[in-house]
Nanobody, 125 residues
Framework: QVQLAESGGGLVQAGGSLRLSCAASGRTFSRNVMGWFRQAPGKEREFVAVILSGGSTSYADSVKGRFTISRDIVKNTVYLQMNGLTPEDTAVYYC???????????????????WGQGTQVTVSS
């Protein structure tokens, strides 16, 4: 059974930092695209960042320069380092895996096959 388990969310003041982790179990995703999405209350789930099998990354414009996605192949874990957080970053953050893509990516949540349960990030002003 494939599972993605996020951790690292919490409450932080504006300007602060958090590091989210997503540990995969049940299969390895080292050769697949892994991504982070977020969903704020009353809004649709939106793309945040993605990492390809070769290590290339891509980010939403709203987080570019502040967030960094990375992966530890040995640990089968993906990370999202978030710096310079603002209240607009408040959302539930989800880790996702695309089982069919490796070197190209989609920013559409519908194209991702596996999802974690989400972790809440709240940024106070």
């Amino acid at each position: 059974q494939v599972q993605l388990a996020e951790s690292g969310g919490g409450l932080v003041q504006a300007g602060g930092s958090l590091r989210l982790s997503c540990a995969a179990s049940g299969r390895t995703f080292s050769r697949n695209v892994m991504g982070w999405f977020r969903q704020a209350p009353g809004k649709e789930r939106e793309f945040v960042a993605v990492i390809l099998s070769g290590g290339s990354t891509s980010y939403a414009d709203s987080v570019k320069g502040r967030f960094t996605i990375s992966r530890d192949i040995v640990k089968n874990t993906v990370y999202l380092q978030m710096n310079g957080l603002t209240p607009e970053d408040t959302a539930v953050y989800y880790c996702a895996a695309d089982a069919s893509r490796a070197s190209v990516y989609s920013t559409d949540p519908a194209d991702f096959d596996y999802w974690g349960q989400g972790t809440q990030v709240t940024v106070s002003s």
